[in-house]
């Protein structure tokens, strides 16, 4: 692949994306990797143990190494204006605009991809982790090692490329249907998204089907019934649909008794009245106050939950 790029992974102290306490970026030029930058953060948050027990940080590691504000300038420097690469771009780039947002700093912009999402749309697997992946394409590292995760994450971007015969990310996006790159602004973020391909009433007959076999029986959404409304930003409706199905979950058309959560986009203003609410919204909240047990989700909160 001809194109500069930057693979990026985070991995933070505790269930908030803002609380980043390591960071990898790996440059590629012309197919070959040309600088790697790594630093620990102190998350000025405290550690949860479930967190430390996945990538083995914790304060005392940190404790002596400078907190995001101090380290963005290194970022900034090191991205200039490449696009970012990361595997369910989502959470990592969630986690920059989170810890921006923490420091009352404003968003530096970047375009980015996810090898997640070209992964589903390129390839026909059981799993699209990146642990599975990077087995099945001969790409040795230490899982949940920013820097080691950042590297694999690059080096399967190219493996697409080459099974695609893609010379450009351009090129890539074509091959897997996706026609623009997500971006960051200084004051707003647009997803990177597949075009659409099916009516919103009909997305669960075009679902494809999961493996029953990779569910994750102690996920939040196993076995749960979700709903979404309005316009996602991180992903379209058909996507974030098969991520719940592809973990255990019932994606639904509508809002009904046996709703468990409702995702909330952002909504058109043209098809709500002067509340701002859908009718999925009123449905749901009317369920609520009969006591049913049904969850209002924002989509930060189910990116959150879904990369658990």
């Known amino acids: 692949m001809k194109d500069t790029f930057i693979a990026l992974d985070v991995e933070t102290a505790n269930n908030n994306r803002q609380s980043i306490c390591s960071i990898g970026l ?21 550690f949860d143990s479930f967190n430390t027990s996945i990538h083995g940080i ?33 959470f990592d780039t969630g986690a920059i605009r989170d810890a921006n947002s923490k420091y009352d700093l404003e968003n530096f912009e970047f375009n980015y991809l996810c090898t997640y999402q070209l992964s589903r749309a390129l390839l026909t697997r059981l799993s699209y982790k990146l642990k599975n992946l990077a087995k099945e394409f001969n790409i040795s590292f230490k899982h949940h090692d920013a820097l080691e995760d950042a590297r694999a994450c690059g080096l399967l971007l190219l493996e697409l490329a080459k099974l695609n015969s893609s010379m450009t990310i351009e090129e890539l996006l074509e091959h897997a249907n996706y026609k623009h790159l997500g971006k960051v602004t200084h004051s ?11 009516s919103s009433k009909n997305l669960t007959l075009s679902l494809t089907e999961a493996d029953s076999s990779t569910f994750n029986q102690d996920h939040e959404f196993y076995q749960k019934n979700i709903v979404f409304t309005g316009t996602l930003a991180s992903m379209n409706r058909r996507d974030a649909m098969q ?13 009904n008794q046996q709703t468990n959560f409702l995702v ?42 879904m990369n658990e």
């Open 188 to 198: 707003d973020f647009s997803g990177f998204r597949k075009k659409a391909n099916s």
């Open 264 to 305: 909330m986009g952002e909504q058109d203003l043209s098809k709500v009245d002067s509340s701002g609410k859908s009718s999925k919204i009123k449905k749901a909240e009317g369920m609520l106050a009969r006591g049913l047990d049904v969850q209002l989700l924002g989509e930060n909160d189910f990116l959150k939950l």
């Open 26 to 46: 790996v440059k590629f030029e012309n197919g070959l990797i040309t600088d790697e930058f790594y630093s620990l953060i102190n998350p000025e948050e405290e």
């Open 58 to 90: 914790d304060y005392d590691l940190v404790k002596e190494s400078p907190s995001y504000k101090i380290l963005r300038p290194k970022l900034i420097e090191f991205i200039e204006d490449s696009p970012i690469v990361c595997h369910f771009a989502q």
């Open 243 to 255: 991520l719940v199905k592809n973990i255990g979950g019932t994606p639904q058309n509508g809002v």
